[in-house]
């Protein structure tokens, strides 16, 4: 009796496997179609994204991880459909556990979502030297979540994309060559013009290579100030990052030349001029006595 019972389950459950068998291949079949869609889609989708001119990192983004898994994710929820699965209850599961995450990473949905920004807009690429979020640099990499950049003393940045999407961001390699402005000052006293050769001498004496010849270098007056006639030395460089050791150089080869013209180059200082106001005041009080 207990064989004949065990005869019977083994039955029943060959049965309900050679029923099941169908679903099974079909489910499989399922899953292997969408793996093929991919192969032959995936290309032309990324094709067509690189024609359009979209950044290398967001094609990889949207042809490897969104466009793939959500095919892939469609043909489960298809295949365990065919298995009998109730793919509504599940699908409601999911979308609940989705909220949650969500809920519980904003901030990295914000970066993400600031991430496509940058690169369908493009304020900066990679190699640009930047100043945004107080920090000025040149930019290493640009990821979905975060910007990465290289400041002047070689430390190394990362600023999360919102931030810079959120803030005002100077790009100083957008249009090519930099103007770089270096501040000098001269007495009152001096001579505009000759204190502009000199300072165009000193520059070309420079032989500095780093200063492109073509804009060439002009000095400006900007400012009638208290103690100075201010004037700026504007020159042109390849790369932004250069700013700094050009402004040394040619603030160190101005001053040495200034010296040696005999131009001054004044301290701040103040001058106060008082008058004696008491002579006008008494006349005016005899002017006044004898009308009265």
Do not use: C
Not at 6 to 21: A, G, K, P
Not at 54 to 64: A, G, I, Q, S
Not at 133 to 143: C, D, F, K, Q, R
Not at 212 to 235: I, K
């Amino acid at each position: 009796m207990e064989q004949f019972i065990e005869l019977l389950d083994l039955q029943t459950l060959t049965s309900d496997v050679i029923h099941y068998i169908p679903d099974v291949f079909a489910a499989i079949g399922i899953l292997i179609l969408f793996r093929v869609l991919y192969s032959v889609t995936g290309v032309a989708f990324r094709k067509l994204l690189e024609t359009s001119g979209v950044h290398e990192t967001l094609t990889h983004m949207l042809v490897d991880n969104v466009y793939r898994y959500s095919l892939y994710i469609f043909g489960i929820v298809m295949a365990a459909d065919q298995l009998g699965v109730n793919v509504a209850a599940a699908l409601a599961g999911i979308g609940v556990a989705g909220i949650a995450v969500g809920f519980a990473a904003q901030d990295t949905l914000s970066n993400i979502i600031a991430g496509f920004l940058i690169f369908i807009d493009k304020p900066f690429e990679v190699d640009d030297w930047v100043d945004v979020a107080g920090e000025s640099g040149l930019v290493t990499t640009i990821t979905m979540r975060t910007t990465r950049m290289r400041t002047r003393n070689n430390t190394y940045v990362v600023i999360p994309n919102k931030k810079i999407i959120d803030e005002v961001l100077i790009n100083h390699s957008k249009h090519g060559a930099t103007r770089i402005d270096t501040p000098l000052g001269i007495a009152y006293k001096e001579d505009i013009r000759e204190a502009r050769k000199v300072i165009l001498a000193a520059i070309d004496a420079m032989n500095d290579e780093r200063v492109l010849p073509d804009p060439p270098p002009f000095v400006v007056v900007t400012e009638l100030a208290g103690s100075s006639v201010n004037l700026e030395a504007r020159l042109w460089t390849e790369t932004p990052d250069l700013e700094e050791p050009i402004i040394s150089a040619v603030t160190e080869a101005a001053k040495i030349a200034l010296d040696e013209a005999g131009i001054e180059i004044p301290y701040p200082h103040l001058q106060l001029f008082v008058d004696d106001v008491r002579p006008p005041v008494w006349e005016d009080l005899k002017k006044f006595r004898t009308a009265s």
